[in-house]
């Protein structure tokens, strides 16, 4: 069974940082391209990273520069290092693998 867990979210000011995790079970982790995805109130859905099994990393535009994924292949973990927030990084962060998506962490970037 299939299984994500995302943690790490909260609320942070303005340029503060956070570090997202998501552990998973159920599958063969070092073999899975994994993603981040972030789903603000009222908007849809959208990949912020990606991060192959090689580790070739992809970024949304609006994170580049400041967000990094990586993966730890041995915990079968994949995170999200998130460097000076914006207000409009306020969304709710899901891990993805496949056609699978953990519950997500709310992120809130408020003065």
Known sequence: QVRLVESG???????ESLRLSCATSGFIFSLSEMGWYRQGL???????????????????DSVKDRFTISRDNAKSAVYLQMNSLKPEDTAVYYCRFGNWWGQG?????SS
């Open 9 to 15: 979210g909260g609320l942070v000011q303005p340029g």
């Open 42 to 60: 009222g908007k849809q859905r959208e990949l912020v990273a990606s991060i192959t099994i090689s580790g070739y990393k992809k970024y949304a």
């Open 105 to 109: 962490t709310q992120v809130t970037v």
